[in-house]
Structures are given as C-alpha cells and as structure tokens.
C-alpha cells in the first residue's frame, strides 16, 4: 500500500458560530483520507440535533467513497433530528451531486455568509488532529 501524498492529504479546522460547527476541509476526500474525516464527522454529529456546516471550497478532490462518507454525515445528523450543509462554490462538485442523484438530497450554499448570520458571535475551537 502506498503512502498518502501529504499535498493531498485531508486537513481541517473547526470552529463554532453560535450553535453551529463550521468544518472547513482541504485536500482529497478519497479512499485512503475517508476514514479519518469520517470518524471527525461522526464525532461531530453524535449529539442531539447537530448543526454542521462543511466548507468544501477548499477540497481539491472527492471520490465515491468520499461521496459516501457526505451522505452518511447528513443521515446521521438528520436522524438526531439536526442538519448538515455544505458549502461549495465548486461547479465541477456540484455537477457530480446531479450526476449521481444528490443535488436535492445535500443543502447546497455558494459561500459561509449565505449559511451563517453576520451578528453570530464566533468562537473558535482547536481542531483535534488534521
């Protein structure tokens, strides 16, 4: 097996806007980075009514395991009776969301100030890991 370029390794940082985490996530969400976001999005999505926003504008990459790792974040949210939305102004992203069927199942925002209110108080929380 070979070694995870770390050009494209995934990176994140968190930080919360009043009840709402904002994950902002870079590099490649792929086969071989899918396990380590999947278990932050789980963590982040395991309480009652989680409100997660992803920041995809800084993906370089994502497969159809990354695609899965999407789709099992916002079911688990949506089952603690929460929400998960992502931010992308990335056509070629957004393109493949149709493509497969999961452009009405995902709440699609171009930028953060569509998804977050500007009189939010911010506060910033250390990122475990990345």
């Known amino acids: 097996m070979s070694a995870i370029d770390p050009r494209s390794a ?16 870079r590099g490649e969400i792929d086969i071989f980075t899918a396990p380590h976001i999947a278990a932050q999005l789980e963590a982040l999505t395991a309480g009652p009514h989680p409100d997660l926003v992803l920041d995809l504008r800084s993906m370089a990459f994502i497969d159809c395991t990354g695609l899965g790792v999407l789709c099992r974040a916002r079911n688990r949210a949506v089952a603690r009776h929460g929400r998960l939305r992502l931010v992308t ?16 199942v995902f709440e699609l925002h171009p930028s953060l100030s569509t998804v977050l209110t500007p009189a939010t108080e911010e506060v910033t929380a250390p990122a475990a890991g990345g």
Request: charge should be positive; glycine fraction near 10%; avoid cysteine.
């Open 10 to 25: 995934p990176h994140h940082t968190e930080r919360t806007v009043g009840d709402t985490t904002v994950v902002e996530l």
């Open 89 to 104: 102004d990335n056509r070629s992203f957004r393109r493949i969301l149709r493509i497969v069927g999961l452009a009405g």
